[in-house]
């Protein structure tokens, strides 16, 4: 939708109040002139002028959050999260292909509000369930001295105990586990002892407390130790609790803030977390799902099949060596001076090939600089065809920034953008319709520059200085309210070190991490907490181990979230 | 080609699995044993405007009408054709005085289920698609209450969709051929002969694992939150609708699922495949419906608002000189180009032509599946190609809409409805949006049509109540 808001939003006259905060008026707007309702408090696009200089008070100033949503209590599973649950689980992932796809309903597939299951979600939930438990039959451990083809009532007992405290992540109930020794029993009676394990782990497998992560609460509002263990697994792991965390859990170690990072610094070891990061810096940044398949045939033409998985590879491993290891950063991830290329991709790029798989090579005297430049992200945020400065100006205001750009008004989609004049540049064009003296100015003050300096990369990523009459393009920029500051930027490269040296950036990081990690979008009540998480980090200079310290650490993460 | 199983449906329950598959077949045999006729629904739908002024769309009189330049592909189905201009969707997710009658979102999340958003990002009720399977199911007159959804094109947004079970709940898509097989026909390879006593065995212990789950899903709603309790509440709703489905075997005709091939692999993504998957699609609906594993099935070309790219027209990319560029039907559409959103239009039309001819196909009982089926058409937005002004007009009260077969005689077909005036010949627009007529009595009338009872107003109460008097 956002693509397609913004290829209608070529004028808004962004006024009115959106999400619960306003726009500031351009600069040199007069009042009136449909730029917007004029200066307001606090309203940076995200810590502006009206919020008082360069050097915001609170990290969350400015910040305008989401519409008030509850805490649901209960998060479903993703598909991500089953596959990596049923792998850790059963140590198979057969039929998984059934599930369906999750629609997002925001950055992340994980926010709650949006895991209903449809009937069709079911229907491959319920196939996946039953290709899942064939074969686990014949696979999960028995307790010692139990066949599992001549299950006794007893054996049966003893493997729930055991095998739902793992896959309930938490200890079973009496009644669960009477409930499931009773669909034995009654199994039994049509089956042989296999078949009636099978339909044993069938109906677990469609049970809600193995499909739903519920976050049981303590009179205080303080999640207790087992949701806590879930808490911390699926955001670090994408999967279940391992035996020592579930150990933790019940011996009361994720209680404090200490045992918690404890936890996570554990966790993060794991190579299942540097996958799992992947995911949640892709979704951040939009980089997940990208086809190149879907670009024109133009753009595409010259490549490589390999030219995919490249792009794939280089965002990965961005996040794995700039940003998750221990010497990375967030300014390393966004804006660092070094990515990795394979063949195919180094060409595109114009570097220097390796010789096979990925390189790290350095991005100095390049147009690039990490991820902001990386050709998936910009793939992601472009046309089939060619570049938009809509989308990409649209991206780097709201999802990097966590700036509030207002949908286009009704009027936007009734007018066409005007004919290119003679001699004229695709900037000169676009500006004369959005830019200043038009009524769409207000909204496009902020989106226009930082997509002027993404004009010298075509759909893919690909850099070139010149169009395709040999002019030169203008990537300049005057990038207007990131810190309260307005400053001038060369091209998409500085565009980049700039965003990555800002504080707006690094609470926006927390703020996604945090909405990754709660399974909802935050809003106002949430304000404290981010700037709880946000203040303790350093502008650009945090890895993401540092940043989910701080959060994990924060006493919101030990808790469920308001529940009205 | 297909695969020919020619298999006795009572022979299809090997396995539980089978039975999961093939419970909706038991239900329909039911419901034939009891008298009620089989009726099949179909939805389709492309994304952007479908009209585009005085250029393209049907005209003429009230039976000697031609479709027009931009569905000419459908002539040689103009007897079982009901074709509607000037109607006219509703919705308010931009907010303004004239919000309900523009916008992509507006008539995207509208088309199907005349709501609304009213800003919540999503449509606000179910699409006619889920609805009408839904109440089938729950009158007893249809299998399953499963109404699958197939999509070939890209997504435009992931909310910003058509089909919704209910509100803010969209129905995923089926988007590969591989997904769509394992999805409607995935167990048939696999069964053999069985008789019936094993088979009523299965069909126990697979209720017995369903509502053991139940129980367990009904054991965790007290301690949630009320919102989390309403969203843990439909996921019970969804493993009774599972089990519901469960019914003992009977005799039934043979069906033969389309074969996969090469299709199992193909990139769904890849523009040049489009055509073959959809023509995938399009059997799988024609076999599904054989086979009576649905009765309601929808199908959609990309998502509202998408740029859906057709590189086989081979039409340059279209440049406004303002960073918007493309060879899309959506960069077209406001590029004021009407010959060449002909060809863009005109492949809708030709491949939903070519899906009609398999609904009409003659079938191993000498019936077509036409006989039982109303198939309506829908695009998101209405006319987007105002002469004399730009291309961008996204209004919703000059659309223009099908309906293709009768059931029965029931509707009046070889028709054309003509509602408004055109305000692109001269004619004012806010007359002719005065005379354009809501979409809310169409889809009573197709709702009721395909024997829902007891509904006689659908989406917003605002689009008023009734059928539409004109179809009969």
């Known amino acids: 939708m956002r693509l397609a808001l913004l290829f209608l939003a070529l004028c808004s006259a962004c006024s009115g109040e959106i999400l619960g905060g306003a726009l500031p008026m351009a600069p040199g707007t007069p009042a009136g002139s449909g730029g917007g309702p004029g200066p307001t408090t606090g309203g940076e696009l995200g810590g502006g002028p009206g919020s008082g200089g360069a050097a915001a008070a609170r990290p969350s100033d400015g910040m305008t959050l989401g519409p008030h949503r509850t805490a649901l209590g209960l998060r479903r599973l993703t598909r991500r999260e089953y596959v990596a649950t049923v792998a850790d689980l059963l140590g198979t992932t057969a039929g998984t292909a059934s599930l369906t796809a999750d629609v997002p309903l925001s950055h992340f597939d994980n926010n709650a509000h949006g895991l209903s299951v449809s009937l069709a979600a079911a229907g491959g939930l319920a196939r996946a369930a039953e290709a899942l438990s064939t074969a686990a039959a014949a696979t999960v451990p028995m307790p010692q001295g139990c066949g599992r083809d001549a299950l006794t009532p007893a054996c049966m007992r003893s493997f729930l105990d055991s095998w739902l405290l793992r896959a309930l992540r938490r200890p079973p109930t009496s009644a669960e586990v009477d409930r499931y020794q009773a669909l034995y029993t009654s199994l039994r009676a049509t089956a042989d002892s296999r078949e009636a394990l099978r339909g044993v782990l069938e109906a677990v497998l469609m049970s809600s407390g193995f499909l739903y992560r519920t976050e049981g609460v303590g009179p205080d509002g303080t999640l207790d130790g087992y949701a806590l263990a879930s808490r911390l697994s699926y955001l670090v792991w994408g999967s279940m609790p391992d035996d020592a965390l579930l150990s933790a859990a019940a011996g009361g170690g994720l209680a404090s803030a200490e045992g918690r990072v404890e936890q996570l610094r554990r966790l993060f070891r794991d190579p299942k977390a540097q996958d799992a990061m992947v995911g949640f810096a892709g979704q951040w940044l939009g980089a997940q799902g990208v086809a190149l398949s879907r670009k024109d045939a133009s753009v595409l033409q010259g490549t490589g099949p390999t030219l995919q998985a490249e792009l794939e590879t280089e965002f990965a491993l961005l996040v794995k060596r700039e940003w998750a290891s221990d010497s990375g950063s967030l300014r390393s991830f966004l804006a660092g001076k070094r990515t990795y290329v394979g063949p195919e991709l180094a060409r595109l790029y114009g570097l220097p090939a390796p010789q096979s798989g990925a390189a790290a090579v350095s991005l100095e005297g390049s147009p690039r600089r990490g991820a902001l430049t990386a050709g998936l992200v910009i793939a992601a945020h472009s046309k089939e065809s060619g570049y938009s400065v809509p989308l990409i100006g649209h991206f780097v205001r709201t999802d990097v920034l966590c700036q509030v750009i207002p949908p286009p008004p009704v009027d936007a989609q009734n007018q066409s953008p005007p004919a290119r004049l003679p001699g004229e540049s695709y900037r000169q064009t676009f500006e004369r319709f959005t830019g200043a003296g038009s009524a769409c100015v207000g909204c496009h003050t902020f989106i226009n520059p930082p997509g002027y300096a993404y004009t010298s990369f075509d759909a893919i990523g690909r850099h070139s200085d010149v169009d395709s009459t040999g002019t030169a393009y203008d990537t300049s920029a005057r990038f207007v309210e990131l810190d309260g500051k307005t400053t001038e930027v060369p091209d998409a490269a500085a565009l980049a070190e700039l965003i990555a040296d800002s504080r707006r950036v690094q609470a926006c990081a927390a703020r996604m991490a945090m909405e990754f990690a709660f399974g909802r979008t935050l809003h106002e009540a949430d304000l404290a907490a981010l700037d709880a998480v946000a203040s303790g980090l350093s502008p650009g200079r945090d890895s993401l181990l540092q940043l989910l310290e701080a959060l994990v650490g924060s006493e919101s993460f030990a808790r469920r979230g308001p529940t009205q | ?472």
């Open chain 2, 1 to 472: 080609m297909n695969v020919p199983l020619r298999l006795r449906r009572r022979d299809l329950f090997k396995s539980a699995a089978a039975l999961a598959l093939l419970a909706p077949i038991l239900r329909s045999t039911e419901a034939r044993a009891q008298g009620v006729p089989i009726k099949r629904f179909v939805t389709l739908c492309h994304p952007n405007g479908n009209d585009y002024g005085s250029v393209g769309g049907p005209r003429g009189g009230a039976t000697g009408f031609n479709f027009g330049t931009y569905y000419q592909a459908l002539e040689r189905h103009r007897a079982d054709t009901i074709a509607l201009t000037g109607m006219r969707l509703g919705g308010i997710p931009w907010g303004g005085e004239a919000a309900d009658d523009v916008g992509h979102g507006s008539g995207g999340w509208a088309c199907l289920t005349a709501r609304s958003s009213q800003n919540t990002g999503s449509a606000t009720g179910p699409s006619v698609d889920q609805f009408i399977a839904r109440k089938l199911f729950e009158q007893r007159q249809a299998p399953t209450a499963n109404a699958p959804v197939f999509r070939v094109g890209p997504m435009a947004g992931t909310r910003w969709q058509s089909h919704y079970e209910a509100a803010a709940v969209p129905v995923p898509h089926i988007t590969t051929p591989e997904q769509a097989f394992r999805t409607l026909f995935g167990n048939l390879a696999g069964a053999g002969a069985n008789g019936n006593q094993a088979a009523a065995q299965a069909i126990a212990r697979r209720r017995s694992v369903l509502d053991a789950a139940w129980a367990d899903c009904k054991g965790g709603l007290s301690v949630l939150p009320a919102e989390g309790r309403a969203q843990l509440d439909e996921y019970c709703a969804r493993i009774r609708d599972l089990e519901s489905a469960l019914q003992a075997p009977a005799a039934g005709p043979t069906c033969a699922p389309p074969a996969l091939g090469t299709l199992a692999t193909i990139d769904p993504n890849n523009p040049a495949n489009y055509a073959a998957i959809t023509e995938y699609f399009f059997k799988c609906i024609e076999a599904a419906f054989v086979c009576d594993v649905t009765r309601v099935a929808s199908f959609t070309f990309g998502t509202p608002a998408v740029r859906f790219n057709m590189p086989w027209l081979n039409l340059p990319t279209f440049d406004f000189g303002s960073g918007i560029t493309g060879s899309d039907q959506h960069t077209y559409s406001h590029g004021e180009l009407p010959a060449q959103l002909a060809r863009f239009v005109g492949w809708y039309a030709s491949r939903f032509a070519e899906l009609l001819d398999r609904l009409k196909a003659v079938q191993a009982d000498g019936s077509r599946l036409l006989d039982s089926t109303l198939v309506y058409w829908t695009g998101e937005i209405g006319d987007t190609y105002p002469t004399g002004a730009s291309g961008a007009l996204h209004d919703l009260a000059c659309h223009t809409m099908f309906v293709f077969g009768s059931m029965g005689g029931l509707l009046k077909t070889g028709k054309l409805h003509a509602f408004a005036r055109n305000p692109f010949a001269g004619y004012q627009s806010s007359l002719a949006k005065s005379e354009a007529v809501r979409h809310h009595g169409l889809l009573v009338s197709l709702i009721q049509a395909m024997g829902v009872t007891g509904v006689n107003q659908f989406g917003d109460p605002n689009g008023g109540s009734g059928v539409l008097q004109q179809l009969y």
